[in-house]
T-cell receptor, first 114, second 113 residues
Framework: AQSVSQHNHHVILSEAASLELGCNYSYGGTVNLFWYVQYPGQHLQLLLKYFSGDPLVKGIKGFEAEFIKSKFSFNLRKPSVQWSDTAEYFC????????????FGSGTKLNVKP | DAGVTQSPTHLIKTRGQQVTLRCSPKSGHDTVSWYQQALGQGPQFIFQYYEEEERQRGNFPDRFSGHQFPNYSSELNVNALLLGDSALYLC????????????FGPGTRLTVT
């Protein structure tokens, strides 16, 4: 079975600091990869997705993620965080042949101090 | 254009009872999936419905069942509730021919006492 690990459970940054959230998955086949964000009091929203092609994908609000196949990783980055980025971030993976079934990591809570 | 909607928002039930949660998918979407998100964890896949049939299922017991109606809306039923069923239940929808993107609803918070 597939699994997703997010090693950073809680991250605290000051505004303008750079962000990198780790995501590793376990699955031997071809995968689709996602980052979702959940702002306080809101529902899950898609930040970015990777299906194939360029391993560096850009999402909304200045976020990007890099797929490194050899490391089974899909880390999320942002050069300069803002207070409004305070939220919980979830990495998710699905097998390319079975995109209906998502496996989520346990999430990383990001707290950006103004 | 309304997104995914779920009802009720919150629900409190007693152990052993049964509960039904409802989901209306985003307009144009015909595939609905249900997830359980326990406190401090990521969502876990329960099952997925398409064309009024359960197409896939995660590692959940038969106490969890569902239904999809001709208008694509869906219900999640949980029988013989346990304390461990307390969680946020999320509904996600997508268009069957779409590029894999699921849209999530706000969830129903179920508390079992």
């Amino acid at each position: 079975a597939q699994s997703v690990s997010q090693h950073n459970h809680h991250v605290i940054l000051s505004e303008a600091a750079s962000l990198e959230l780790g995501c590793n998955y376990s699955y031997g086949g071809t995968v689709n990869l996602f980052w979702y964000v959940q702002y306080p009091g809101q529902h899950l929203q898609l930040l970015l997705k990777y299906f194939s092609g360029d391993p560096l994908v850009k999402g909304i609000k200045g976020f990007e993620a890099e797929f490194i196949k050899s490391k089974f990783s899909f880390n999320l980055r942002k050069p300069s965080v803002q207070w409004s980025d305070t939220a919980e971030y979830f990495c998710a993976v699905s097998a390319s042949y079975n995109f209906n079934k998502f496996y989520f990591g346990s999430g990383t809570k990001l707290n950006v101090k103004p | 254009d309304a997104g995914v909607t779920q009802s009720p928002t919150h629900l409190i039930k007693t152990r052993g009872q049964q509960v039904t949660l409802r989901c209306s998918p985003k307009s144009g979407h015909d595939t609905v999936s249900w997830y359980q998100q326990a406190l401090g964890q990521g969502p876990q896949f329960i099952f997925q419905y398409y064309e009024e049939e359960e197409r896939q299922r995660g590692n959940f017991p038969d106490r969890f069942s569902g239904h999809q109606f001709p208008n694509y809306s869906s219900e999640l039923n949980v029988n013989a509730l346990l304390l461990g069923d307390s969680a946020l239940y999320l509904c996600a929808s997508r268009e069957s021919g779409d590029s894999y993107e699921q849209y999530f609803g706000p969830g129903t918070r179920l508390t079992v006492t």
